[in-house]
T-cell receptor
Framework: AQTVTQSQPEMSVQEAETVTLSCTYD???????LFWYKQPPSRQMILVIR??????QNATENRFSVNFQKAAKSFSLKISDSQLGDTAMYFC???????????FGEGTQLTVNP | SAVISQKPSRDICQRGTSLTIQCQVD?????MFWYRQQPGQSLTLIAT?????????ESGFVIDKFPISRPNLTFSTLTVSNMSPEDSSIYLC????????????FGPGTRLTVL
């Protein structure tokens, strides 16, 4: 069975600073996908960034980047230059290569303070 | 990515009744999924909605309680049957196109309160 663990239930950061959210996972598959989703108070789940496990290069999307450590089964999200609009619940998710099922972590509530 | 809409966005229901939630995608998707998210918690997959065949349910979820339909590639419904207060939750649907990214995108959710 696949599992995803986010050990930080809550985090806070000052505006313009950098914050890193942690995620570890476990899977028996050799190829898979990893995602970070953001869920603001509006409830809409928004994809922040994705990583294919077969790619060694860490994904980046503007202010968001990941540190993917395949051997350690670790997938952390770094948010640079934090903005007030980044305040949200962040979910790490693991996806199978077939069938597309996602397994979500427990979530980290991030608050960006002015 | 495609846009997903859900109806209703919220509802308050009496125990023992049933509610059907609709999920509409603005373009064809390969897979559709239904999740439950209880307040302050993560998402739990209820089932995968298969076009033209029965849904595939996850452990702990049964068809009698959560019947699902998917008549075509852009539409699905989830019914929450014989509701109890424990069914109060947010229900989200998602869609997925099999691309190199294997990405799921989500609807805005339906907030259900059962009294």
């Amino acid at each position: 069975a696949q599992t995803v663990t986010q050990s930080q239930p809550e985090m806070s950061v000052q505006e313009a600073e950098t914050v890193t959210l942690s995620c570890t996972y476990d899977t028996s598959e050799s190829n898979y996908y990893l995602f970070w989703y953001k869920q603001p108070p509006s409830r809409q789940m928004i994809l922040v960034i994705r990583q294919e496990a077969y790619k060694q290069q860490n994904a980046t999307e503007n202010r968001f980047s990941v540190n993917f450590q395949k051997a350690a089964k670790s997938f952390s999200l770094k948010i640079s230059d934090s903005q007030l609009g980044d305040t949200a619940m962040y979910f790490c998710a693991l996806g199978e290569t077939s069938g597309s099922r996602l397994t979500f972590g427990e979530g980290t509530q991030l608050t960006v303070n002015p | 990515s495609a846009v997903i809409s859900q109806k209703p966005s919220r509802d308050i229901c009496q125990r023992g009744t049933s509610l059907t939630i609709q999920c509409q995608v603005d373009s064809q998707v390969t897979m559709m999924f239904w999740y439950r998210q209880q307040p302050g918690q993560s998402l739990t997959l209820i089932a995968t909605a298969n076009q033209g065949s029965e849904a595939t349910y996850e452990s702990g979820f049964v068809i009698d309680k959560f019947p699902i339909s998917r008549p075509n590639l852009t539409f699905s419904t989830l019914t929450v049957s014989n509701m109890s207060p424990e069914d109060s939750s947010i229900y989200l649907c998602s869609g997925d196109r099999i691309t190199s990214y294997n990405e799921q995108f989500f609807g805005p959710g339906t907030r259900l309160t059962v009294l």
